[in-house]
């Protein structure tokens, strides 16, 4: 059974930095969408990066284009987001996802594993 961990999230200062990570533990991990995404109070959960993990090809939401980056280690089977002039509007619950080949990035139908989320708080 696959199972992910988040771990880095914690409070900052807006125009901080936070680095988050997610491994994998189980023994048979075959997905191929590395992923992360971000639920707010009140808020829908959207989708914040994300990697392929044998290509390298990512994609980023607007609203932190410029200021996160995704990146994945393929021999630990782990992603990371570092997050970098953090704002008060990116407080969060941030949970990372791994999905199938073939899945749109942005839609969270397309992962199959979840963690269990980390809380990102910015204060102003």
């Known amino acids: 059974q696959v199972q992910l961990v988040e771990s880095g999230g914690g409070l900052v200062q807006a125009g901080g930095s936070l680095r988050l990570s997610c491994a994998v533990s189980?023994?048979?991990?075959?997905?191929?969408?590395m992923g992360w995404f971000r639920q707010a109070p009140g808020n829908e959960r959207e989708f914040v990066s994300g990697i392929d993990r044998w290509s390298g090809s990512t994609s980023i939401a607007d609203s932190v284009k410029g200021r996160f980056t995704i990146s994945r280690d393929i021999v630990k089977n782990t992603w990371y987001l570092q997050m970098n002039s953090l704002k008060p509007e990116d407080t969060a619950v941030y949970y990372c996802?791994?999905?199938?080949?073939?899945?749109?990035?942005?839609?969270?139908?397309?992962?199959?594993?979840w963690g269990q989320g980390t809380q990102v708080t910015v204060s102003s």
């Open positions: 189980g023994r048979t991990f075959s997905s191929t969408l």
């Open positions: 996802a791994a999905g199938r080949a073939g899945g749109r990035w942005s839609n969270s139908g397309s992962y199959d594993y």
